[in-house]
T-cell receptor
Framework: SQTIHQWPATLVQPVGSPLSLECTVEGTSNPNLYWYRQAAGRGLQLLFY??????ISSEVPQNLSASRPQDRQFILSSKKLLLSDSGFYLC????????????FGEGSRLTVL | DAKTTQPPSMDCAEGRAANLPCNHSTISGNEYVYWYRQIHSQGPQYIIHGLKNNETNEMASLIITEDRKSSTLILPHATLRDTAVYYCIVLYNQGGKLIFGQGTELSVKP
């Protein structure tokens, strides 16, 4: 079965510092991969998605970027964090378009101070 | 924009069936309907998905209307542990985008 590993689980960073959240996938190849953010309460905002290596689509203009250097690796980054980047970040992956279960990591809670 | 509409909150008595509705009036023929739930501060958990036929698994049943413009997730015997936010998602064929709506916060009460 597919599993998503995401780390770190918790991160406290000062404003202006860089960020790197990493996500890896096991149990499948060529998954679609997603980064979401949950700022407060519920509501998952799609940040980036990728249908293959080096293919990144950005959903909202922001201070963040994403990269997919390998088929099963998805990285969320920032050069300089803002207070508004605080939130709960989730990596998700799925199989072929329109089919299959979607798998989520356990999330990374980022607090920017 | 999310392509699904759900009520923001619902209550259900423990042991009774919870019926969570979702509208997806712009769904196209090859798009699936997925249901997930999220317990506070955890990653979403897959529940069930379907295309046009009704589906049932050990967790829930999914009823999709014949025109596919709406669906209902049914938890047959809700327990306190079913208290969570439930998301109805339409998985697009084009571009791989997976968009969540605001979900329904289900509170199961004793």
């Amino acid at each position: 079965s597919q599993t998503i590993h995401q780390w770190p689980a918790t991160l406290v960073q000062p404003v202006g510092s860089p960020l790197s959240l990493e996500c890896t996938v096991e149990g499948t190849s060529n998954p679609n991969l997603y980064w979401y953010r949950q700022a407060a309460g519920r509501g998952l905002q799609l940040l980036f998605y990728s249908v293959g290596i080096g293919q990144i689509s950005s959903e909202v203009p922001q201070n963040l970027s994403a990269s997919r250097p390998q088929d099963r690796q998805f990285i969320l980054s920032s050069k300089k964090l803002l207070l508004s980047d605080s939130g709960f970040y989730l990596c998700a992956g799925g199989g072929a378009l329109g089919t299959g279960e979607l798998f989520f990591g356990e999330g990374s809670r980022l607090t920017v101070l | 924009d999310a392509k699904t509409t759900q009520p923001p909150s619902m209550d259900c008595a423990e042991g009774r069936a919870a019926n969570l509705p979702c509208n997806h009036s712009t769904i196209s023929g090859n798009e699936y309907v997925y249901w997930y739930r999220q317990i506070h501060s955890q990653g979403p958990q897959y529940i069930i998905h379907g295309l046009k036929n009704n589906e049932t698994n050990e967790m829930a049943s999914l009823i999709i209307t014949e025109d596919r413009k709406s669906s209902t997730l049914i938890l047959p015997h809700a327990t306190l542990r079913d208290t969570a936010v439930y998301y109805c998602i339409v998985l697009y064929n084009q571009g791989g985008k997976l968009i969540f709506g605001q979900g329904t916060e289900l509170s199961v009460k004793p």
